[in-house]
């Protein structure tokens, strides 16, 4: 598979960016030599992760559609990664014209691809921001001239917190975000299971190619993905495979014992 041209000024094109590798499990065209080489290096790992990736990015189009047809025009997705097809603006834009969408990411080659992307789409911000400084997003006026926080909600946290050690608490990020949403706001999340004990034998081998990325990898225990759900009520299925949440077609890339992705999307309490 083809990588894109020559590199913009100044983007690293040497070390594999996870955005990138992402991009190159979706069979998208948006990566380099580098990023390549580290994806296949996962891949003959984990041959099931492009199956992982497209279904996440199918989890994520049902739960947006899933927090538009409830009632929520008003949209944050965090560490959104490079612009691929079904981006949250277009699948809650069928639904809501006039909802309201907010990208984040840290990443300056997503920043790039963003704005040339959403030049021309209304209601749609792009920021860049770090999820590590959730104060620094709430606060930011390219946020807050689109998101009023004092209505409902929708945060989206797909894929991107096991890029978050432990030592970073991204338990009191995700709290720091909760505390910020009104009841009737929704928590959409994906996170890597590291249940099944094949898989978790290849994590090691799979964290040191991440190691030499742009960002680390931790996979975490089903029991320790809802954690993050704490302050929300779960909307049904629950937490489950991403492939499982709400899929209307019986046809899976996973088997039972192997739920690389976990996903849910919880409603804000009181």
């Known amino acids: 598979m083809e990588g894109q041209g020559p590199a913009p000024e100044g983007v690293d094109v040497t070390t594999p960016n996870v955005a990138r590798m992402y991009d190159y499990y979706l069979g998208g065209k948006d990566n380099y030599a580098a990023d390549r080489a580290a994806a296949e290096q996962v891949i003959a790992m984990v041959p099931e992760i492009t199956a992982v990736a497209q279904a996440n990015r199918g989890f994520l189009g ?18 959104t990664g490079l612009p691929t097809q079904e981006n949250v603006h277009e699948v809650a834009h069928r639904v809501a014209p006039d909802a309201r969408v907010v990208y984040v990411d840290y990443d300056p080659v997503v920043i790039a691809h963003g704005e040339a992307l959403l030049a021309t789409t209304n209601n749609v911000r792009l920021l860049q921001g770090d999820l590590r400084r959730p104060d620094e997003i709430l606060a930011s006026p390219v946020l807050r001239a689109l998101i009023d926080l004092d209505r409902p909600v929708a945060v989206l946290l797909a894929a991107i917190l096991h890029f978050v050690p432990d030592e970073e608490e991204p338990y009191a990020l995700v709290a720091r975000l909760r505390d910020a949403m009104v009841p009737g706001s929704m928590l959409i999340l994906s996170h890597g299971c590291a249940d099944d004990q094949e898989v978790a034998e290849d994590e090691a081998d799979i964290r040191d190619v991440y190691r030499s990325a742009t960002s680390p990898i931790l ?3 089903r029991a320790e993905i809802a954690r993050f759900f704490d302050g929300f009520e779960l909307e049904e299925p629950g937490l489950v495979p991403a492939a499982d949440w709400r899929q209307v077609s019986a046809d ?12 849910g999307v919880g409603r804000r309490v009181g």
Do not use: K
Request: aromatic share 6%.
């Open 219 to 221: 996979a975490r225990s």
């Open 252 to 263: 899976t890339p996973f088997t039972p014992n192997r739920s690389l992705l976990m996903a």
């Open 62 to 79: 049902r739960a947006v559609r899933h927090a538009a047809e409830s009632g929520i025009r008003q949209f944050i997705d965090l560490g």
